[in-house]
C-alpha cells in the first residue's frame, strides 16, 4: 500500500502564492503517477495537475495553467504544486493521489484545505 500526507493549505489572499508538498511512504517504487485534485464546498472533486514519473509528463487543468506548477523530489518521495496568482476560485480541499503500476491500488491523502481571500 501507499500512504500519502499533505501539508501546505492555509488561508491567502488573491494574487499571493503557495506551496503544498505530499510526502508517500510505502510502496512507493510502484507508483507511476501522482496528482492533484480539489474539492470546493458542494462541487465535485476536480483534476487540478498530475505528474506521471517513468515518463517525466507533466498535465494541468486549464483552469491552472502558467499558475500552478507541479514538481517531485524523488530522494524525499515528495510531490510539490506550487501555486502562484491564487484566485478566490482556487479555494478547496486540496487532495494528492497516487496511482500504482498495473492493477495497483489507487490512494489519496487526507487533504488541505487552501482558502483565498479576495
Known amino acids: 500500500q501507499v500512504q500519502l500526507v499533505e501539508s501546505g493549505g492555509s488561508l491567502v489572499q488573491a494574487g499571493g502564492s503557495l506551496r503544498l508538498s505530499c510526502v508517500a511512504s510505502?510502496?512507493?517504487?510502484?507508483?507511476?503517477?501522482m496528482g492533484w485534485f480539489r474539492q470546493a464546498p458542494g462541487k465535485e472533486r476536480e483534476f487540478v495537475a498530475e505528474?506521471?514519473?517513468?515518463?517525466?509528463?507533466?498535465e494541468y487543468a486549464d483552469s491552472v495553467k502558467g499558475r500552478f506548477t507541479i514538481s517531485r523530489d524523488s530522494a524525499k518521495n515528495t510531490m510539490n504544486l506550487q501555486m502562484n496568482s491564487l484566485k478566490p476560485e482556487d479555494t478547496a480541499v486540496y487532495y494528492c493521489?497516487?496511482?500504482?503500476?498495473?492493477?495497483?491500488?489507487?490512494?489519496w491523502g487526507q487533504g488541505t484545505q487552501v482558502t483565498v481571500s479576495s
Open positions: 505528474y506521471r514519473w517513468g515518463a517525466g509528463i507533466k
Open positions: 493521489n497516487a496511482v500504482e503500476r498495473g492493477e495497483g491500488g489507487n490512494y
Open positions: 510505502g510502496r512507493t517504487y510502484s507508483i507511476y503517477r
